[in-house]
């Protein structure tokens, strides 16, 4: 495990002096907020049974779309549940204590401690790249579903999202172009973290991979295919409930699903000013087009490149 500090890089400079952050770490590549190395040891060694099932993704890429499709099906198209409880209670966000800023840190229950109480089969969400992930995920194999999108759309959503949760303050052009460079408030850079799964995935059966585009295009064959990835059953009338209830739409407007909650003790307890934005924002494929010149362009088509040669 390589730790180096990396604080006093030139665009690692240009990212603290527009976000609520003031030090950075790279962890084999992966860059991280400074906080993040105390927990380090504790999710490397954090112990994993074969039926678990993880939900994994880089930021931005449709997890809280995954995250309630899996558990409807891990419990019985709970509906009831689905709306009373927020998801973020209903499934652990594995590494949430060790990537918020110290403020809200204070504020909020230890994530590992939460995932390891977890009643079984537990259903566990992360944004770690594989090499991250605890090492017995190898050794217990339990089912991992990971969703990817178009780095482009990612990118601009990251952007909401900093502006969102990090009170980014900076243009979309100067954040994308550090996300090229692969410097990001943490989980970066892409292309390493997505070369880090596809390397990972030793046994085909293992991970079952998903993209938001496929996702967007027939939501019901995605939900077939990770209803059979998890061995259920799923009438005609069930799945066409359950593709309603993942619509945009409902997602948008309930607030167990779209982050409202989070949001308002992220403003209450936050050093600088109020997030701007929401969490759930259009749900749409191509968004990047409105963002992007020809420059941008240029840059993430040659990062798409790389991706693809790894």
Known sequence: ??????????????????????????????????????????????????????????????????????????????????????????????????????????????????????????????????????????EKQPRIIHISRNIRDVCVSLFHHHRLYEKFRASFELMAKLFVRGVMIYYGPIDLYLESFYKGNHDKNRILFLTYEGMKKDQKREILRVNTFLGHEISNNALDTLSEHLSFDNFKNTPSLNKERRIKLSDKISTVSKGEGVFIRKGIVGDWKSYFNDELIKEFNDLSERIKEN
């Open 1 to 138: 495990m390589k730790i180096t500090n990396i604080t006093n890089n030139e665009n690692v400079q240009q990212l603290i002096a527009h976000c609520d952050r003031d030090s950075f770490i790279s962890v084999n590549g992966h860059i991280f907020p400074a906080a993040f190395e105390p927990y380090i040891q504790r999710i490397q060694e954090f112990e994993v049974f074969e039926d678990d099932i993880w939900v994994c993704s880089f930021l931005k890429s449709g997890t809280t779309w995954t995250q309630e499709m899996v558990w409807c099906l891990e419990n019985n198209l709970d509906y009831k549940t689905s709306r009373e409880v927020d998801l973020d209670e209903r499934m652990v966000f594995f590494e949430f204590s060790a990537v918020v800023n110290k403020n809200v840190q204070k504020q909020v229950p230890d994530s590992i401690e939460q995932a390891k109480q977890a009643k079984r089969p537990r259903i566990i969400k992360s944004h770690l790249p594989y090499d991250l992930l605890p090492k017995q995920l190898a």
